[in-house]
């Protein structure tokens, strides 16, 4: 993935390469492995027939509204629930058995009742009386989002290509190989009744595998990165199976795991909730491994000078601005998709220590913390392995006398010329009386914009 740079950077030495497979290959054949051995067998659990109900692609054609009666079962004046739209809808069916057809529905009404307008295309159901089956009723369930989301999606794709070129290819490569890897082993995996968390751990760790060699290349880089990910992943479950036993979380803290415990009552809740902590930090962890490996590399490029130690502080200082914000982000996209939770919390009234320590809002500030553990683990663990990477590899490729070399100094004499010699005119033509300007760093320094993010 390097043609966009000028020129790649020198490959990393031999010693530095072998060492770098031999560890990393074994992790990965391992993974392999484990990912077939839990792969699930036999297709997904079968739905119960009551939940498969026909679904229709319709255009509303004629709405019609009217004033709600009141409510038999309530006193005169009460107000009624929802916005009160009753009424008809007529809809031309666009597929199915009944394609063409004219259907009259009811307005749809209630708490998050689509608002259909002539024009409009939504998604019609389709209920048959169970004492009669001649007899049918048909509902519009929801709005069509295809072509919108269809557009927005390359709108997406295109915003990415167009910033990141080849990268940006890869990047969207990468995402589609997550989901992927999503679809089809983790979530059938947990359904067939494996343990959430060991598929959670395989899963991430492909995931990890395939997307950042997809998106970075196969470079000692990545590797590193590969590495500090890992053994940061490692980290954050065995975190997070420490802190939701001593806060004995059951996985029942949100009205989902309660609906798909009783939809297939052999899922494993509690693990079920690890596993969403370790596929939650995944995204942050690759995040926060790659820009720590490049930083090292860029480093070690910038100044070859740098000792292992000078390398691994250096990097470090930009690896603590890099969580400081990372940690305000986790918690915050937390609150963002708890958001209804925490409004309804607002408004309980039992002490704030309560609050904090039940069931549905431990879990979240569990999964928050554990995440910010495992990707503080990160900074070190991934700076540390780059910085031996990288010195290990300038020891192999330049001799200890290169190494130890003090910089050249520019020629003081040469500097005070250039300061004090008169500039008259702006002609490109050179001035035969006077002096030739000293060369400047950049003009020494072939390839200015070469980029070192390739190869080490």
Not at 10 to 24: D, F, G, Q
Not at 36 to 42: D, F, I, K
Not at 273 to 290: F, K
Not at 390 to 418: C, F, I, K, V, Y
């Amino acid at each position: 993935m390097g043609s966009d740079h000028a020129r790649p950077a020198p490959s990393a030495p031999p010693r530095v390469r072998r060492i770098l497979v031999m560890t990393v290959v074994p992790l990965f054949v391992a993974t392999v492995i484990a990912a077939l051995v839990l792969w699930p067998r036999g297709g997904s659990p079968q739905s119960d027939g009551e939940a498969d109900v026909p679904r229709y692609r319709g255009t509303v054609t004629r709405v019609v509204t009217e004033p709600c009666p009141p409510s038999p079962s309530s006193p005169e004046g009460t107000p009624r629930v929802g916005d009160g739209r009753c009424g008809t809808v007529d809809v031309r069916v666009d597929d199915g058995p009944s394609a063409g057809e004219q259907v009259e529905t009811p307005v749809p009404d209630g708490p998050g009742a689509p608002r259909v307008e002539v024009g409009d295309e939504v998604i019609l159901v389709e209920l048959t009386d169970p004492t009669d089956p001649a007899i049918s009723n048909w509902n519009v369930a929801e709005h069509q989002r295809g072509t919108p989301m269809l557009w927005l999606a390359v709108v997406f794709a295109a915003a990415i290509v167009a910033f990141g070129r080849w990268r940006g290819l890869a990047a969207l490569a990468g995402l589609a190989a997550s989901f992927a890897i999503l679809l089809t082993f983790v979530l059938p995996g947990i359904g067939a009744g494996k343990s959430p968390l060991l598929v959670a751990v395989v899963g991430a760790a492909l995931i990890m595998f395939v997307v950042l060699y997809l998106t970075h290349g196969v470079t000692a880089q990545t590797s590193v990165a590969v590495l500090g990910t890992l053994g940061s992943l490692v980290l954050t479950g065995v975190l997070a199976t420490i802190a939701t036993a001593a806060t004995h979380l059951t996985g029942f803290g949100s009205e989902e795991a309660t609906t798909l415990s009783m939809f297939q009552g052999d899922v494993d809740l509690h693990g079920l909730l690890l596993a969403g902590i370790i596929i939650g930090s995944l995204g942050v962890l690759d995040d926060v491994t790659v820009t720590q490996a490049a930083t090292v590399t860029e480093l070690a490029h910038a100044n070859p000078g740098l000792t292992r130690l000078q390398l691994y502080r250096a990097a470090t200082r930009v690896g603590r601005a890099h969580i400081a914000s990372t940690v305000n982000t986790i918690v915050l996209a937390y609150a963002g998709a708890s958001l209804p939770l925490l409004l309804l919390l607002t408004a309980d009234s039992r002490p704030i220590g309560q609050i904090l320590t039940s069931e549905f809002l431990a879990q979240e500030i569990v999964r928050s913390a554990v995440a910010t553990l495992g990707l503080i683990a990160a900074v070190p663990l991934t700076t540390g392995l780059a910085a031996v990477v990288t010195a290990a590899g300038r020891t192999d490729s330049t001799s200890p006398a290169d190494a130890t070399a003090p910089r050249p100094q520019p020629d003081r004499a040469e500097a005070l010329a250039a300061l004090i010699s008169p500039r008259t005119g702006h002609s490109d033509e050179p001035d035969p009386t006077r002096p030739a300007p000293p060369s400047t760093a950049a003009d020494r320094w072939p390839e200015p914009n070469r980029s070192t993010d390739t190869t080490w």
